[in-house]
C-alpha cells in the first residue's frame, strides 16, 4: 500500500469510524462530559470578539463546502459568470479572513487570560492547532491557486464522492500540491480527534429548541417521562 | 383545575439573625467541590444592598425573568428561540465571575515556611481558580451588615421608587437600617431558567416542583444563567454544567428536611407542601402588575376544599401528601393567615418560596416626624400600628420586594404581625387584653384564636411542625424502575460516572 493509500484512504475511514463508534459509546457512556465547555465566565470581553467570527465564519465555510459537494453543477454554472466567480472567491476569502481573525484572539486569549489558561486543557490546544492549521491552509490555497470554488467541483468533489460511495480512489489527489493536501489531511485529523474532543458540541446543536414547549414537567414515577399533555404546554407562542 | 404539589419553603424574616449558619450548611453538603468553590446555593443578604451577586435584581443588565408586552402577552426577557440559537456562541448577558466573586483560600503552608522575622507570618491568599496570588476585594457576603449605608445601599433597585425624602432619612444615621433576606433557588412555577434552555435540560419535577438541571444534558450554552432573575442558577467553569439548588431534594426524600432549613440558628424557615392548580399558571404568567401577586395566591388550592381533594387524588396525589398540606406550615402563613408573601412576583416566574416581610426596628418611636432611639412603653405599639408609613424599614421598599410595589399588601401583613405582638404582650405582661389592643386586633383583621395560632408558630414550634415533610415513597418509584432482586446484595442502582471535566 502506497503511502497515498494511507493518507487519503485508510485514514479517512479510520477517522470516520472513530468519529462515529466513539461518539456514540460517549453519548451512552459518559454524557456527562459531553458539553461545550464555555469559558465565557471567567472571560467574556476577548470572548466577544474571537468566538463570533471564529463560529460564524468557520460555520459559513463550512456551508460552502457542502455546497459544492452536493450541488457540483450549480457551483459551476454560477461560476461560469465571472463576476459572480469573484463575488464568491472574495466572500469565502472574507469569511476565511474573520475566522483567522477569531482563532487568533481566542488563542491569545487562552495564552494570555490566567483564569482561562488554568482551565485549558491539552485537548484544547490540539483542537485549535488542527482547525488554525485548517484555516490557513484554505486561506494559501485560496491565494496561491486561486478560482478554489471554480476547480475544486472538478478535482476535490470527485475524491470526496469516491470516498463516500465507498469506492476510493485515491488517485485523484496524489498530484496535488502540498497545501491542498494538507488542508485534506487537516481535515482527516479534525474528524479523528472530534469524539476525544470539546468538538463533540457540534452535533448536540439544540434545534428542538425552535419548536418545544417553553416549560418542561417531568414525572419520576413510574417511569421518566417527559409529562406534557395540552394544558403543560402553556406559553407556546401564540 | 389540575392538582399538583410544590414543596415549598418559608422564611420568617423577623427571625433571622444573619449568621449564615444556612449558606456554610449548604456549601459543606453541596458546593464544595472545584468549579463550584463560588456558588452559593443559599446565600444570605443584608438588605437594602446589591446582594450576591452585585446588583443581580438589575434586570436592564442581566435580562431574567419575564416581561409582559402592551397586548398582554408574555415574552422571556432574554431571548426568543431563533435568538437564544444565534447566542450560543457568546451570551451577551451572562454574569462574570467577578460580578460574583473569585473564590480565594489561603496559602497556610506560608505559616510554617516563611523565614524568621520581626512579625508573625501571614498565610498568602490565592486564587482557587488560577492559584496565583491575589487581593480578595469581594466575597458572597462582602456588604454584611453594611446594607444599610450609603454605599451599598443606594445601589439597590428596589430603593427605585421610595420617596427622595425618605431615601434620604435612610441615609442619615440614626435611621440606617437593615434587614437580612435569605435567599436559595425560588423552584418557580414559571422557571425561566426551564424556558431559557437550549438543550432541555432543566425540568420541573411533577411531584414537588423541584427545578432540577440534567446534568448529562447541559451542554454549558448558559442560557439559564442570565434568564434566572434570582441569578440562581450558576455555571460550574470547571465541568462546564450548570448547577443550582436542587431543594436538597435527596434529604426531603428520606424525611429530612434541606440543610439550610434544618440547620438555621434562627428557626426562621419552615417547610410544607402547597398544593397549586397547573392549569392556573397561564392566567398567573399573564396577570398585569397590579394583578399578579393576587393571581399567584389564587393559584395554591385550599388542601381542606372536598372539591380539591378529589381533583388532587385523581391527579395521582396520595392521601399522606393530601394530609401534609392540610399541615403544611407554608399552607397556614401563605393562605391561612395571609402573612408571607413570594420575593419580587414581578419577574413572573411565580416564586413558590415565600417570605414573611420584617416588622422594622420597632424600638423606635416617632415624634413630630422625628424617630426617637430610646425605648418606649408600650403605648408606642400603637403609635406604630397607625403609622407604619413611617416605620424605620419603608413600606415601599418592601413593597418593591415582595408586592410588585403595592404597599398596601406589605401594610396588612405588618399590621397582623404587630397586633399578634400588642395581644401577648399585654396578656403576658399585664395579664389582660385591654379593650384597645382588641380594637387593634378588629382593625388587623384577626382574632384571638389566630392570634394564638401564629403566635404558636412562629415563636415555639417543634421540628416536626416547622418541617411538614411528606413521604415520597421512593423505594416504591425505585421499584417500578428496577428490579430490586436483581441488584440485592448491590450498594444503590444505576452506575456512577464520575463528574470529571470532559475534554
Given at each position: 500500500m502506497s503511502g497515498n493509500e494511507m493518507l487519503f484512504v485508510v485514514f479517512p475511514y479510520a477517522a470516520f469510524a472513530l468519529l462515529v463508534v466513539v461518539s456514540i459509546a460517549r453519548w451512552r457512556l459518559h454524557q456527562f462530559t459531553v458539553s461545550s465547555m464555555s469559558s465565557q465566565l471567567l472571560e467574556s470581553r476577548r470572548l466577544f470578539w474571537g468566538s463570533i467570527p471564529f463560529h460564524w465564519g468557520l460555520t459559513l465555510i463550512l456551508v460552502g463546502h457542502l455546497a459544492a459537494l452536493i450541488v457540483p453543477r450549480s457551483f459551476e454554472l454560477w461560476n461560469a459568470v465571472p463576476l459572480q466567480l469573484l463575488l464568491l472567491e472574495i466572500t469565502g476569502m472574507a469569511l476565511g479572513l474573520w475566522a483567522l481573525f477569531g482563532i487568533v484572539v481566542l488563542i491569545s486569549r487562552r495564552i494570555q487570560v490566567p483564569r482561562v489558561r488554568s482551565v485549558t486543557t491539552t485537548m484544547d490546544a490540539v483542537v485549535l492547532g488542527v482547525i488554525l492549521a485548517q484555516i490557513v491552509t484554505g486561506l494559501l490555497i485560496a491565494i496561491g491557486y486561486r478560482w478554489g470554488s471554480f476547480w475544486g467541483t472538478a478535482v476535490f468533489v470527485p475524491y470526496v464522492r469516491s470516498l463516500l460511495s465507498f469506492s476510493p480512489r485515491p488517485e485523484l489527489v496524489a498530484a496535488l500540491p502540498v497545501v491542498l493536501k494538507l488542508h485534506v489531511l487537516s481535515f482527516f485529523v479534525f474528524v479523528a480527534i472530534f469524539p476525544f474532543s470539546r468538538l463533540v458540541h457540534i452535533i448536540t446543536l439544540p434545534l428542538n429548541y425552535l419548536t418545544r414547549p417553553w416549560q418542561k414537567v417531568v414525572r419520576n414515577a413510574p417511569e421518566p417521562y417527559v409529562y406534557q399533555p395540552s394544558a403543560d404546554e402553556f406559553l407556546t407562542r401564540r | 383545575m389540575r392538582v399538583r404539589a410544590q414543596m415549598s419553603m418559608l422564611f420568617h424574616l423577623d427571625k433571622c439573625i444573619g449568621c449564615h449558619t444556612c449558606s456554610v450548611a449548604c456549601k459543606n453538603l453541596w458546593t464544595d467541590r472545584k468549579g463550584a468553590e463560588?456558588?452559593?446555593?443559599n446565600n444570605v443578604e443584608t438588605r437594602p444592598g446589591t446582594g450576591y451577586p452585585t446588583g443581580w435584581e438589575d434586570q436592564e443588565h442581566y435580562k431574567g425573568g419575564w416581561w409582559r408586552d402592551d397586548k398582554g402577552r408574555v415574552h422571556l426577557k432574554i431571548q426568543n428561540q431563533p435568538v437564544g440559537l444565534a447566542r450560543l456562541f457568546f451570551n451577551p448577558n451572562l454574569p462574570q465571575l467577578d460580578d460574583y466573586y473569585d473564590p480565594f483560600t489561603f496559602r497556610y503552608q506560608d505559616l510554617f515556611d516563611s523565614p524568621q522575622g520581626d512579625q508573625q507570618p501571614t498565610a498568602q491568599p490565592i486564587s482557587m481558580i488560577t492559584g496565583d496570588e491575589m487581593e480578595i476585594e469581594s466575597g458572597p457576603n462582602w456588604d454584611d451588615d453594611l446594607g444599610g449605608s450609603g454605599i451599598y445601599a443606594r445601589n439597590d433597585p428596589s430603593l427605585d421608587g421610595v420617596d427622595p425624602d425618605v431615601r434620604a432619612q435612610m441615609e442619615e444615621i440614626e435611621r440606617v437600617v437593615f434587614n437580612y433576606l435569605p435567599r436559595i433557588c425560588n423552584h418557580c412555577l414559571n422557571p425561566s431558567c426551564v424556558a431559557a434552555c437550549p438543550s432541555g435540560a432543566i425540568y420541573k419535577r411533577a411531584e414537588d416542583g423541584v427545578v432540577l438541571v440534567h446534568e448529562d444534558k447541559c451542554r454549558a450554552w448558559r442560557m439559564c444563567v442570565s434568564a434566572c432573575p434570582y441569578k440562581k442558577v450558576y455555571y460550574n467553569w470547571s465541568t462546564g454544567k450548570s448547577e443550582k439548588c436542587i431543594l436538597c431534594f435527596p434529604r426531603m426524600e428520606t424525611g429530612q428536611a434541606p440543610a439550610c432549613a434544618h440547620s438555621c440558628v434562627g428557626r426562621i424557615r419552615y417547610m410544607g407542601v402547597l398544593l397549586y392548580d397547573a392549569d392556573a399558571i397561564e392566567e398567573v404568567v399573564h396577570a398585569p402588575d397590579d394583578e399578579l401577586l393576587q393571581a399567584q395566591m389564587d393559584a395554591i388550592l385550599d388542601p381542606f376544599d372536598p372539591k380539591v381533594i378529589a381533583e388532587a387524588k385523581a391527579a395521582g396525589i396520595g392521601d399522606d401528601w393530601i394530609d401534609s398540606a392540610q399541615n403544611s406550615p407554608a399552607w397556614k402563613f401563605v393562605k391561612e393567615w395571609g402573612l408571607a408573601l413570594p420575593l419580587h412576583p414581578e419577574y413572573r416566574t411565580a416564586a413558590m418560596m415565600f417570605y414573611i416581610p420584617p416588622l422594622s426596628p420597632v424600638m423606635s418611636t416617632i415624634e413630630r416626624n422625628l424617630v426617637k432611639l430610646d425605648l418606649g412603653t408600650e403605648e408606642h405599639d400603637f403609635e406604630l400600628f397607625h403609622?407604619?408609613?413611617?416605620?424605620?424599614?419603608?413600606l415601599e421598599y418592601l413593597a418593591n420586594l415582595f408586592s410588585v410595589g403595592d404597599h398596601e399588601v406589605i401594610k396588612k401583613i405588618l399590621r397582623k404581625m404587630l397586633a399578634v405582638r400588642m395581644y401577648k404582650r399585654r396578656q403576658s405582661v399585664e395579664g389582660f387584653v385591654d379593650g384597645a389592643t382588641m380594637a387593634a386586633l378588629e382593625a388587623a383583621g384577626t382574632h384571638p384564636d389566630e392570634v394564638e395560632a401564629i403566635y404558636k408558630m412562629t415563636t415555639l414550634p417543634t421540628m416536626e411542625e416547622r418541617f411538614v415533610l411528606p413521604p415520597y415513597h421512593r423505594e416504591m418509584a425505585i421499584e417500578e424502575l428496577n428490579d430490586p432482586l436483581a441488584h440485592k446484595g448491590a450498594v444503590g442502582v444505576g452506575y456512577i460516572d464520575p463528574p470529571r471535566r470532559g475534554a
Amino acid at each position: 500500500m502506497s503511502g497515498n493509500e494511507m493518507l487519503f484512504v485508510v485514514f479517512p475511514y479510520a477517522a470516520f469510524a472513530l468519529l462515529v463508534v466513539v461518539s456514540i459509546a460517549r453519548w451512552r457512556l459518559h454524557q456527562f462530559t459531553v458539553s461545550s465547555m464555555s469559558s465565557q465566565l471567567l472571560e467574556s470581553r476577548r470572548l466577544f470578539w474571537g468566538s463570533i467570527p471564529f463560529h460564524w465564519g468557520l460555520t459559513l465555510i463550512l456551508v460552502g463546502h457542502l455546497a459544492a459537494l452536493i450541488v457540483p453543477r450549480s457551483f459551476e454554472l454560477w461560476n461560469a459568470v465571472p463576476l459572480q466567480l469573484l463575488l464568491l472567491e472574495i466572500t469565502g476569502m472574507a469569511l476565511g479572513l474573520w475566522a483567522l481573525f477569531g482563532i487568533v484572539v481566542l488563542i491569545s486569549r487562552r495564552i494570555q487570560v490566567p483564569r482561562v489558561r488554568s482551565v485549558t486543557t491539552t485537548m484544547d490546544a490540539v483542537v485549535l492547532g488542527v482547525i488554525l492549521a485548517q484555516i490557513v491552509t484554505g486561506l494559501l490555497i485560496a491565494i496561491g491557486y486561486r478560482w478554489g470554488s471554480f476547480w475544486g467541483t472538478a478535482v476535490f468533489v470527485p475524491y470526496v464522492r469516491s470516498l463516500l460511495s465507498f469506492s476510493p480512489r485515491p488517485e485523484l489527489v496524489a498530484a496535488l500540491p502540498v497545501v491542498l493536501k494538507l488542508h485534506v489531511l487537516s481535515f482527516f485529523v479534525f474528524v479523528a480527534i472530534f469524539p476525544f474532543s470539546r468538538l463533540v458540541h457540534i452535533i448536540t446543536l439544540p434545534l428542538n429548541y425552535l419548536t418545544r414547549p417553553w416549560q418542561k414537567v417531568v414525572r419520576n414515577a413510574p417511569e421518566p417521562y417527559v409529562y406534557q399533555p395540552s394544558a403543560d404546554e402553556f406559553l407556546t407562542r401564540r | 383545575m389540575r392538582v399538583r404539589a410544590q414543596m415549598s419553603m418559608l422564611f420568617h424574616l423577623d427571625k433571622c439573625i444573619g449568621c449564615h449558619t444556612c449558606s456554610v450548611a449548604c456549601k459543606n453538603l453541596w458546593t464544595d467541590r472545584k468549579g463550584a468553590e463560588y456558588m452559593w446555593w443559599n446565600n444570605v443578604e443584608t438588605r437594602p444592598g446589591t446582594g450576591y451577586p452585585t446588583g443581580w435584581e438589575d434586570q436592564e443588565h442581566y435580562k431574567g425573568g419575564w416581561w409582559r408586552d402592551d397586548k398582554g402577552r408574555v415574552h422571556l426577557k432574554i431571548q426568543n428561540q431563533p435568538v437564544g440559537l444565534a447566542r450560543l456562541f457568546f451570551n451577551p448577558n451572562l454574569p462574570q465571575l467577578d460580578d460574583y466573586y473569585d473564590p480565594f483560600t489561603f496559602r497556610y503552608q506560608d505559616l510554617f515556611d516563611s523565614p524568621q522575622g520581626d512579625q508573625q507570618p501571614t498565610a498568602q491568599p490565592i486564587s482557587m481558580i488560577t492559584g496565583d496570588e491575589m487581593e480578595i476585594e469581594s466575597g458572597p457576603n462582602w456588604d454584611d451588615d453594611l446594607g444599610g449605608s450609603g454605599i451599598y445601599a443606594r445601589n439597590d433597585p428596589s430603593l427605585d421608587g421610595v420617596d427622595p425624602d425618605v431615601r434620604a432619612q435612610m441615609e442619615e444615621i440614626e435611621r440606617v437600617v437593615f434587614n437580612y433576606l435569605p435567599r436559595i433557588c425560588n423552584h418557580c412555577l414559571n422557571p425561566s431558567c426551564v424556558a431559557a434552555c437550549p438543550s432541555g435540560a432543566i425540568y420541573k419535577r411533577a411531584e414537588d416542583g423541584v427545578v432540577l438541571v440534567h446534568e448529562d444534558k447541559c451542554r454549558a450554552w448558559r442560557m439559564c444563567v442570565s434568564a434566572c432573575p434570582y441569578k440562581k442558577v450558576y455555571y460550574n467553569w470547571s465541568t462546564g454544567k450548570s448547577e443550582k439548588c436542587i431543594l436538597c431534594f435527596p434529604r426531603m426524600e428520606t424525611g429530612q428536611a434541606p440543610a439550610c432549613a434544618h440547620s438555621c440558628v434562627g428557626r426562621i424557615r419552615y417547610m410544607g407542601v402547597l398544593l397549586y392548580d397547573a392549569d392556573a399558571i397561564e392566567e398567573v404568567v399573564h396577570a398585569p402588575d397590579d394583578e399578579l401577586l393576587q393571581a399567584q395566591m389564587d393559584a395554591i388550592l385550599d388542601p381542606f376544599d372536598p372539591k380539591v381533594i378529589a381533583e388532587a387524588k385523581a391527579a395521582g396525589i396520595g392521601d399522606d401528601w393530601i394530609d401534609s398540606a392540610q399541615n403544611s406550615p407554608a399552607w397556614k402563613f401563605v393562605k391561612e393567615w395571609g402573612l408571607a408573601l413570594p420575593l419580587h412576583p414581578e419577574y413572573r416566574t411565580a416564586a413558590m418560596m415565600f417570605y414573611i416581610p420584617p416588622l422594622s426596628p420597632v424600638m423606635s418611636t416617632i415624634e413630630r416626624n422625628l424617630v426617637k432611639l430610646d425605648l418606649g412603653t408600650e403605648e408606642h405599639d400603637f403609635e406604630l400600628f397607625h403609622q407604619l408609613e413611617k416605620a424605620r424599614l419603608p413600606l415601599e421598599y418592601l413593597a418593591n420586594l415582595f408586592s410588585v410595589g403595592d404597599h398596601e399588601v406589605i401594610k396588612k401583613i405588618l399590621r397582623k404581625m404587630l397586633a399578634v405582638r400588642m395581644y401577648k404582650r399585654r396578656q403576658s405582661v399585664e395579664g389582660f387584653v385591654d379593650g384597645a389592643t382588641m380594637a387593634a386586633l378588629e382593625a388587623a383583621g384577626t382574632h384571638p384564636d389566630e392570634v394564638e395560632a401564629i403566635y404558636k408558630m412562629t415563636t415555639l414550634p417543634t421540628m416536626e411542625e416547622r418541617f411538614v415533610l411528606p413521604p415520597y415513597h421512593r423505594e416504591m418509584a425505585i421499584e417500578e424502575l428496577n428490579d430490586p432482586l436483581a441488584h440485592k446484595g448491590a450498594v444503590g442502582v444505576g452506575y456512577i460516572d464520575p463528574p470529571r471535566r470532559g475534554a
